[in-house]
């Protein structure tokens, strides 16, 4: 599958290809007061940074980079450098609502409009420092994620880099939309599969019209018990999963479950999924399987932290999916699981998804843990570690600036500045 896409890609980008040559051999130098090593977790001061074409050629302190010679210089004063940053978790097709916006969505909103929306998304992502995302599923918008991807990737528009899921898995029962009555046909969020060569089918299915990763509902509806614990049902089995699984890595292609809690989540666990989307209630076998198997954990803490309303009129006040999350984060953390960047962006605007950076801090992580979350720890759970997550020589040249010092104010990564994508100034607000 990835070959079809690259010679497809090739073939498209021809004209940009030609249209671009003249900037292609073009060298740049961007100066700033400092660059995050995300690899190190640490700074380097009076930074400079070689970028030739689409690639970073040389990158460190200045006294150690030659600069060629006709070299266009950037300088940003006093900003502090960081690599792109990769949100592992989004949602294109998604464009900030409620619950009944979404059936709105689904069921009066044509997958053409929802994909013009999804273009509008992506370039609002990229300026606000998202150089890179991993979109988990188009919600009802079948495979259009794969057109966007493959438009960003010619240069018909602008976007971060993108990984997509397409469709989702679920089960009968085990998505939206849901409630209305038998006798109507409604769309579906997501392929809805029962059985486990149901499931290695739509595998199949998804992997041959583009997804470069598949995404499954493990848990899907939750209540919450008189003394206020979180009850997650669980969608598909053991056998299912394991099934996806199977199927998804025999092709090269990774899984990400989104799962709340309970046996749901334990059967993502058990079956070897890549991530574990949300995880709001880890118990401690849990976070153990989290470790011991190197899963990653995208938490999503700020969607359940904006509007706790609707969990807090169902507990009489007494706590919300966000309290209960925040408890599974900090014990991860603690823990050592490795965390990867991913905010759910889509029911929250998009662009504005740097404000999980705060939470994660808040709830115990380190500012400079939570930049290596979103850039090299989540480069890898993308399986892109050889090409984005961090500034070194042979990646590509996806930088953001801010002004300040974000491993004392990480709120500083609300406020990019200055974007740079492949080599190409997408933004730069101190021109
Ligand atoms: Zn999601």
Same mark, same amino acid.
């Given at each position: 599958?990835?070959?079809?896409?690259?010679?497809?890609?090739?073939?498209?980008?021809?004209?940009?290809?030609?249209?671009?040559?003249?900037?292609?051999?073009?060298?740049?130098?961007?100066?700033?007061?400092?660059?995050?090593?995300?690899?190190?977790?640490?700074?380097?001061?009076?930074?400079?940074?070689?970028?030739?074409?689409?690639?970073?050629?040389?990158?460190?302190?200045?006294?150690?980079?030659?600069?060629?010679?006709? @070299?266009? $210089?950037?300088?940003?004063? /006093?900003?502090? =450098?960081? &690599? *792109?940053?990769?949100?592992?978790?989004?949602?294109?097709? +998604?464009?900030?609502?409620?619950?009944?916006?979404?059936?709105?969505?689904?069921?009066?909103?044509?997958?053409?409009?929802?994909?013009?929306?999804?273009?509008?998304?992506?370039?609002?992502?990229?300026?606000?420092?998202?150089?890179?995302?991993?979109?988990?599923?188009?919600?009802?918008?079948?495979?259009?994620? @794969?057109? $966007?991807?493959?438009?960003? /990737?010619?240069? =018909?528009? &602008? *976007?971060?880099?993108?990984?997509?899921?397409?469709?989702? +898995?679920?089960?009968?029962?085990?998505?939206?939309?849901?409630?209305?009555?038998?006798?109507?046909?409604?769309?579906?969020?997501?392929?809805?599969?029962?059985?486990?060569?149901?499931?290695?089918?739509?595998?199949?299915?998804?992997?041959?019209?583009?997804?470069?990763?598949?995404?499954?509902?493990?848990?899907?509806?939750?209540?919450?018990?008189?003394?206020?614990?979180?009850?997650?049902?669980?969608?598909?089995?053991?056998?299912?999963?394991?099934?996806?699984?199977?199927?998804?890595?025999?092709?090269?292609?990774?899984?990400?479950?989104?799962?709340?809690?309970?046996?749901?989540?334990?059967?993502?666990?058990?079956?070897?999924?890549?991530?574990?989307?949300?995880?709001?209630?880890?118990?401690?076998?849990?976070?153990?399987?989290?470790?011991?198997?190197?899963?990653?954990?995208?938490?999503?803490?700020?969607?359940?932290?904006?509007?706790?309303?609707?969990?807090?009129?169902?507990?009489?006040?007494?706590?919300?999916?966000?309290?209960?999350?925040?408890?599974?984060?900090?014990?991860?953390?603690?823990?050592?699981?490795?965390?990867?960047?991913?905010?759910?962006?889509?029911?929250?605007?998009?662009?504005?998804?740097?404000?999980?950076?705060?939470?994660?801090?808040?709830?115990?992580?380190?500012?400079?843990?939570?930049?290596?979350?979103?850039?090299?720890?989540?480069?890898?759970?993308?399986?892109?570690?050889?090409?984005?997550?961090?500034?070194?020589?042979?990646?590509?040249?996806?930088?953001?600036?801010?002004?300040?010092?974000?491993?004392?104010?990480?709120?500083?990564?609300?406020?990019?500045?200055?974007?740079?994508?492949?080599?190409?100034?997408?933004?730069?607000?101190?021109?």
């Amino acid at each position: 599958m990835r070959w079809k896409h690259a010679v497809s890609a090739a073939l498209g980008g021809l004209a940009l290809a030609l249209s671009l040559s003249a900037q292609s051999d073009q060298w740049v130098v961007i100066r700033a007061g400092r660059l995050f090593d995300s690899q190190q977790g640490a700074f380097v001061a009076h930074a400079v940074v070689v970028v030739h074409g689409e690639r970073i050629t040389a990158a460190g302190t200045a006294d150690r980079v030659k600069i060629p010679a006709g @070299a266009q $210089v950037i300088d940003l004063g /006093n900003a502090t =450098l960081l &690599p *792109g940053l990769i949100d592992t978790h989004t949602h294109l097709f +998604l464009t900030g609502e409620s619950e009944d916006r979404y059936d709105e969505q689904l069921l009066k909103e044509s997958w053409q409009y929802r994909t013009i929306e999804a273009v509008v998304n992506a370039r609002k992502d990229l300026e606000a420092g998202f150089t890179s995302l991993r979109d988990l599923e188009t919600e009802g918008a079948m495979y259009s994620d @794969a057109d $966007v991807r493959n438009a960003i /990737n010619r240069g =018909l528009i &602008p *976007g971060p880099r993108l990984q997509v899921a397409t469709r989702a +898995l679920s089960t009968t029962g085990g998505y939206p939309l849901e409630s209305y009555s038998p006798e109507v046909n409604v769309p579906s969020g997501v392929q809805k599969v029962d059985s486990p060569w149901a499931a290695r089918q739509a595998v199949r299915e998804q992997i041959s019209n583009g997804a470069d990763v598949i995404k499954i509902y493990s848990t899907h509806h939750h209540h919450f018990t008189a003394d206020g614990k979180l009850v997650s049902i669980p969608t598909f089995t053991l056998e299912e999963i394991q099934a996806i699984v199977d199927e998804a890595h025999r092709e090269g292609v990774k899984v990400a479950c989104h799962a709340y809690g309970g046996v749901g989540l334990h059967n993502c666990l058990d079956a070897g999924v890549d991530s574990i989307e949300h995880g709001l209630d880890l118990d401690e076998a849990s976070i153990q399987k989290l470790t011991q198997k190197h899963i990653y954990y995208v938490p999503t803490l700020y969607v359940y932290e904006f509007d706790p309303s609707d969990d807090l009129k169902a507990t009489g006040g007494k706590t919300s999916r966000a309290r209960i999350h925040e408890v599974s984060f900090r014990r991860a953390v603690t823990a050592g699981v490795t965390i990867a960047f991913g905010t759910d962006v889509g029911p929250f605007p998009h662009g504005t998804q740097a404000k999980e950076f705060a939470y994660m801090v808040r709830f115990g992580m380190k500012p400079v843990e939570a930049m290596r979350a979103a850039t090299s720890m989540a480069a890898e759970l993308l399986g892109w570690q050889d090409r984005v997550g961090s500034v070194e020589p042979g990646k590509f040249a996806d930088l953001i600036a801010v002004a300040g010092d974000p491993a004392s104010d990480i709120t500083e990564l609300e406020r990019v500045k200055f974007v740079m994508k492949g080599g190409q100034v997408v933004r730069n607000d101190w021109k």
